[in-house]
């Protein structure tokens, strides 16, 4: 069974490409693009682990993690940003954020972290 992955980006090109890379290695994605989006997905289906933008339009990463933590979810989060501020940084780790990466970000080292989360393992 492979492991369930809900993308959450406002980027289309980052999605594809994303999730392309990811299927390649075996994983079953989902793709949002925006936070409310992304909120109605984790209603509908289980994730075995997110990974979010924080700076989208409608509803934002941060809020996202908001509405997880307030369902009292599990579900292990991943935040990939192009914003370098401590704030947004401090307030995904609040929200329970494993990790923040930063845009532009290795590949290998987001498959690296998802391996490790996904294996519990972090």
Do not use: C, W
């Amino acid at each position: 069974m492979a492991y369930k992955i809900l993308l959450a980006d406002d980027s289309e090109d980052e999605l594809f490409a994303l999730k392309e890379i990811l299927e390649s290695e075996g994983y079953e994605v989902e793709t949002a693009e925006n936070g409310l989006f992304a909120r109605d997905k984790t209603e509908e289906t289980e994730y075995d682990l997110i990974v979010t933008d924080l700076v989208m339009p409608v509803s934002d990463g941060i809020h996202f993690l908001y509405s997880l933590n307030e369902d009292g979810s599990e579900v292990p989060v991943i935040v990939i940003t192009g914003h370098d501020q401590i704030e947004n940084m401090l307030s995904a780790f609040q929200m329970g954020a494993i990790d923040v990466l930063y845009k532009p970000y290795n590949v290998s080292q987001l498959l690296e972290l998802i391996e490790k989360v996904l294996n519990k393992k972090i």
